[in-house]
């Protein structure tokens, strides 16, 4: 048992390996272009209709335009695949039920530019939900994949690249467990660095795992595979022919009804009286589930 009294079974670590890929980002051709302008938070909740505390805005909350430079782009990731299209978002002033549909009025946090998602956050911004200033924290733009229904022994997989654009303290990919919240984040730092972090401190095992450092303008490819009990963790440089490394592999609580999900995007957290600290911007590509 751990110290919250659920159960978890012995997890494998293995000594991390940092894989970085070989950027082309830079000043002279950067990976993105924006067009057009992004109000302040305050205009934001002053002109749009926000009204703090209320869980479901209607929206919309619009933004500048991201234009992703596709050719340099895939010179580092190599040929970008479809994006999903059973997906939900959630962002900072809407919950879970943003559908496909209605992706177009929520620029301002999260944008399609061909197969390159695109997920913003700004500075001083806060979930409001709650309430603003003290009431409200500083919240997320994630997508979602539905719940899928796995057993012991039938496992799910997310893979998918993501590319550090601007940097932020706060989780990029979350594994859901229905009934039990996640057994673990990936993690990126306000420099850019990625990291494995598990809910709970588990004695004798790491709790974080370092696994690529300085990663703005860079690329890195994560595999998750989840059976609703046991999960397993891969990261490899986007280019790289050769096989998955494994980061770690544990189990957590099991699933409630063996239904789990995926989440991925920049979350920065839930604590009461807390912003976004900086502008961020990063884009996934390539997220298959299979």
């Known amino acids: 048992m751990n110290r919250t009294g659920n159960t978890v079974k012995a997890i494998l670590t293995i000594p991390f390996i940092a894989l970085l890929s070989t950027s082309v980002f830079s000043a002279d051709e950067p990976l993105y272009s924006c067009e057009g302008n992004d109000p302040s938070f305050a205009d934001v909740l002053k002109n749009s209709g926000v009204k703090p505390g209320e869980a479901f805005s209607k929206g919309p909350v619009l933004g500048s335009r991201i234009h992703v430079n596709h050719e340099l782009l895939e010179k580092q990731v190599g040929k970008i695949g479809l994006i999903p299209e059973d997906i939900g978002i959630h962002t900072e002033v809407c919950g879970d039920n943003i559908k496909r549909k209605d992706f177009s009025n929520w620029t301002r946090w999260y944008q399609e530019d061909g197969n390159v998602q695109v997920f913003r956050l700004f500075k001083d911004e806060q979930n409001v939900r709650g309430g603003t200033g003290k009431d409200g924290s500083p919240g997320r733009i994630e997508a979602f994949s539905k719940s899928f229904t796995v057993t012991p022994g039938t496992w799910r997989e997310w893979e998918g690249t993501y590319t550090v654009i601007k940097p932020l303290d706060a989780c990029i990919f979350q594994l859901m467990h229905e009934g039990s919240l996640w057994p673990f984040h990936i993690e990126m730092s306000a420099k850019g660095d990625i990291s494995f972090l598990r809910r709970r401190p588990i004695p004798g095992m790491e709790r974080e795992i370092p696994m690529a450092e300085h990663m703005v303008g860079k690329s890195l490819g994560i595999k998750v595979r989840a059976n609703g009990e ?32 995926f989440r991925w995007g920049m979350y920065a957290g839930s604590k009461k009286g807390e912003v976004i600290k900086n502008d961020a911007l990063l884009f996934v590509t390539g997220v298959t589930i299979r």
Do not use: R
């Open 230 to 261: 046991d999960y397993e963790v891969y990261q490899k440089a986007p280019l790289d022919d050769g096989p998955w490394k494994l980061v770690t592999k544990g189990s957590f609580t099991k699933a409630k009804d063996n239904k789990i999900s």
